[in-house]
């Protein structure tokens, strides 16, 4: 008895090993298999950034003035004087007619009220508002005339300056360049990062444009729906891209 276990027992042992090595090598098979499935499905998002600072190329202003009057011809006449004078003051500033735009003339009723404040049908006084806008490739000039603007009220004219708006008439085309540039920085986000997991940057999965960010140049505001600040000659335009690419 003694024999045959001892005949038997390198036959269980080379079993024995054989088997661990099966398990060994199912287990090694089954975990790079897992791993290519992990790295095949494996993604990285990023955003690229593109800014670029630009200066107005139009501007525009408007500013309005009002008469109050309790007789309606002797308040037309008294609008039309100081039209007359805004013109001048316009014109003065070197303005040329045809980048100024007049209003038409618009009427509003103010009634007497009784004594316990409800309005009567007996009329008070009437209002009578007009506007100038002027508009023009010379940001420098619209600064200056609504700057300036305040000589009018000197001359018996209630006048009111409305703050110049700058825009940039080339912004579809920049817009266009800064999404390029945007992609290009997105992609090299995502290099780096591969990188660093021992990875490289596959195919482009999915992209999306952010907003656009128009705001003054030393801004740091921002908002979700996007901006488009007209306060300033100088500004920074700021595009954002959201790219998803594979990683092998």
Excluded: C
């Amino acid at each position: 008895m003694t024999n045959e276990s001892t005949g038997h027992r390198p036959g269980l042992v080379l079993l024995g090993v054989a088997l661990a090595l099966g398990l060994i090598i199912s287990t090694a098979i089954a975990m790079r298999t897992v791993e290519r499935i992990k790295i095949t499905n494996r993604t990285i998002t990023v955003k690229g950034y593109a800014e670029k600072e630009i200066v107005s190329d139009w501007a525009q202003w408007q500013g309005s003035f009002k008469v109050k009057t309790i007789n309606l011809v002797a308040g037309y006449g008294k609008l039309e004087d100081d039209l007359e004078k805004v013109m001048v003051y316009l014109r003065s500033e070197g303005v040329s007619k045809g980048n100024i735009v007049v209003s038409s003339v618009s009427t509003t009723t103010q009634h007497k009220l009784d004594e316990e404040g409800r309005r009567t049908n007996e009329i008070d006084a009437y209002f009578l508002y007009q506007s100038v806008t002027v508009a023009s490739s010379d940001t420098a000039l619209i600064d200056r005339i609504a700057r300036g603007s305040t000589v009018l009220i000197k001359q018996g004219v209630e006048f009111s300056s409305n703050h110049p708006e700058y825009l940039y008439t080339k912004l579809d085309e920049l817009k266009i360049e800064l999404l390029g540039q945007a992609t290009k920085d997105a992609r090299e986000r995502a290099e780096q990062l591969a990188v660093n997991s021992r990875g490289k940057v596959g195919r482009l999965r999915s992209a999306s444009q952010g907003v656009f960010q128009i705001t003054p140049r030393h801004s740091t505001e921002v908002s979700s729906r996007g901006m488009y600040s007209t306060s300033t000659v100088e500004k920074k335009i700021t595009a954002v891209v959201t790219i998803v690419y594979t990683i092998r």
